[in-house]
């Protein structure tokens, strides 16, 4: 083998090497930012990894939210018509959020399946919910009339 053959394939072998790195990298990094989305049956059932970020929806179950008096601690239920969670969140809500109102929060289960969450988002008008959520809802029979199971629009 001649010696620029030689270094030719050290080049070669350098480059799969870098790029096989590079795609390592890439998937690794897309693995942690997924959050895939999970229903309150689904989590009670145990379908819901424990200790990795995911998405949960439903409705808030009505009378279930509690504030801590002294801190923006608080906790409340989220139903999908068939079985409930416990969610606690420490933080501001979105403006839209309410009891009643669809919402998807994002957090982490614990042991005792309750989600630990770090953002809660509240629907951004009165037709829309997010697919899954709407799905989920549907098959727990908590979705009401509508064009997308949920309230008519104010007139």
């Known amino acids: 083998m001649t010696p620029a ?8 072998v350098a480059l799969v090497c870098g790029a096989g790195a590079a795609v390592a990298l890439a ?6 930012n997924i959050n895939l989305f999970y229903t309150p049956s689904q989590i009670v059932a145990g379908e819901a990894p424990r200790d990795t970020r995911i998405r949960a929806g439903g409705l ?43 919402i998807v929060a994002l957090g982490r289960l614990d042991q005792h399946g309750v989600l630990h969450a770090d953002e809660v988002l509240a629907k951004h008008d009165q037709n829309y919910m997010p697919p899954e959520a709407m799905h989920a809802l549907e098959q727990g029979g908590a979705a009401g009339p509508g064009p997308q199971g949920g309230r008519e629009p104010a007139r």
Request: glycine fraction near 10%; charged fraction near 25%; charge should be positive.
């Open 5 to 12: 053959r030689k270094k030719r394939l050290y080049w070669i």
């Open 27 to 32: 998937l690794a990094a897309l693995q942690e």
């Open 60 to 102: 808030v179950e009505t009378g279930s939210l509690q504030r801590s008096p002294d801190s923006l601690a608080l906790r409340f239920g989220v139903t999908d018509g068939a079985n409930s969670i416990l969610v606690r969140y420490q933080g501001i809500l979105p403006d839209l959020f309410r009891e009643g109102q669809g």
